[in-house]
């Protein structure tokens, strides 16, 4: 519906708030919803580029550890440092408190924390802001989203019982010892800066995530099932 109605009325813009009122999921000026993971990287651009403009570049912010790389690529492209927090909202949150100099941060879900305002994510700022980047900056999100380097990603689910869960846990960090890792919310195994695995035990379900990311869709693909077959096997072997 909201798609239709950016369409019809030639919007720039399309906003739809979750019922807490934290997050915001939005549509280019085409009626295209971006992705929670790809609305990040186009935020995130806009707001470098906003304080840029504005004579008072960001000099760090912050993103969930299973935020796409992109991020990456968006920060280094300012010059800015970017710190990885836990992937929760809690985890955003102590971040802002812990490090006063975090400026921003962009969370996988839809939700962005402006300390400035509130060390907690609140959608009706977040559309403010998102509204003031865009007047600052004259872009669209179509024009951010076409402009950003856009990488695959993949995930599944794999059925695990909480007693198996330590087991796969201790047979990710032997098999991944020698490879770059970030052991921030599970296991980041990193093959090169693009492509990784993130193995993140569920904490509510008897459940393994298993979430890839990598340049093409091919590569994403062979590695999910690769990690997806790993996990399996450490999961059954007592």
Not at 13 to 27: H, Q, Y
Not at 63 to 89: F, K, W
Request: aromatic share 8%.
């Amino acid at each position: 519906h909201v798609s239709s109605i950016v369409r019809s009325l030639s919007c720039k813009l399309g906003i739809l708030l979750d019922a807490g009122a934290e997050k915001v999921f939005l549509s280019d000026e085409q009626g295209q919803f971006l992705s929670e993971d790809r609305v990040a990287g186009v935020v995130t651009r806009m707001y470098l580029e906003s304080r840029k403009r504005s004579g008072n570049p960001a000099k760090k912010i912050a993103c969930p550890v299973s935020a796409s790389s992109e991020m990456d690529l968006v920060a280094q492209e300012y010059g800015t440092e970017i710190v990885r927090t836990p992937n929760s909202h809690g985890g955003m949150m102590q971040a802002v408190l812990s490090d006063t100099e975090i400026e921003y941060v962009a969370g996988t879900r839809g939700g962005f924390i402006f300390p400035e305002f509130l060390f907690a994510a609140d959608a009706m700022y977040s559309v403010a802001k998102i509204m003031e980047m865009m007047a600052i900056t004259g872009w669209s999100l179509g024009d951010v989203d076409g402009a950003i380097h856009r990488l695959f990603r993949t995930f599944v689910d794999v059925h695990c019982p909480w007693q198996a869960k330590g087991r796969v846990m201790r047979h990710a960090m032997h098999a991944s010892e020698n490879f770059t890792r970030t052991l921030i919310d599970g296991i980041k195994i990193h093959f090169d800066p693009l492509t990784w695995v993130l193995l993140v035990p569920s904490k509510e379900h008897e459940m393994f995530s298993v979430l890839v990311e990598a340049e093409t869709k091919d590569r994403a693909m062979e590695l999910r099932h690769e990690y997806e077959q790993k996990v399996v096997q450490w999961r059954d072997n007592a």
